[in-house]
């Protein structure tokens, strides 16, 4: 499992994702943005920073693109879209889509490091860190005899 609350790498790609973004605050940006990315064509890397990150580039771009279309598109009776952020409306080479049911904290009030479900990007992703694996934890049992070899000096 990867540590989404770690600091991210120094990496090529990692600096693209901090880099400037303009939201879609209205539906017709949206569409406008997701018709151009659908258009695109050429090689995407379509990740999921939560998980691995992909060797190559998708070979079903469009699928990808109209799953997180459709996971937008679930709120379209809002009056806004705010789901989803691109470097370049006019000719895209990152974009973050966001999760609209799982935005509370993006703000940063939670404390917790909200980040996109999907990002569709030219550059080559690279993994978040690895959560560190936890101390086994010890039973009950092994606790009492722990205690009961214990020296009560």
């Known amino acids: 499992m990867r540590d989404t609350n770690a600091p991210l790498p120094d990496t090529a790609f990692w600096r693209a994702y901090g880099g400037k973004f303009s939201g879609t605050l209205t539906w017709e940006q949206f569409d406008a943005l997701f018709a151009r990315l659908d258009a695109a064509g050429g090689n995407w890397f ?13 070979t079903d771009f469009t699928a990808a693109l109209n799953e997180a279309r459709d996971c937008v598109e679930q709120v379209r009776g809002r009056s806004y879209c ?6 370049d409306f006019e000719a895209p080479g990152f974009v973050k889509v966001f999760d609209p049911y799982k935005m509370g ?49």
């Open 46 to 58: 379509v990740f999921d920073p939560a998980g691995d990150a992909p060797d190559c580039h998708t």
């Open 82 to 87: 705010g789901a989803v952020f691109a470097d």
């Open 105 to 153: 904290g993006v703000c940063g009030g939670s404390g917790e490091r909200v980040l996109p479900r999907w990002i569709f990007s030219r550059l080559a992703p690279d993994p978040l860190p690895l959560l560190p694996e936890a101390p086994a934890a010890r039973g009950i049992l092994a606790r009492l005899i722990g205690q009961a070899g214990a020296d009560p000096r």
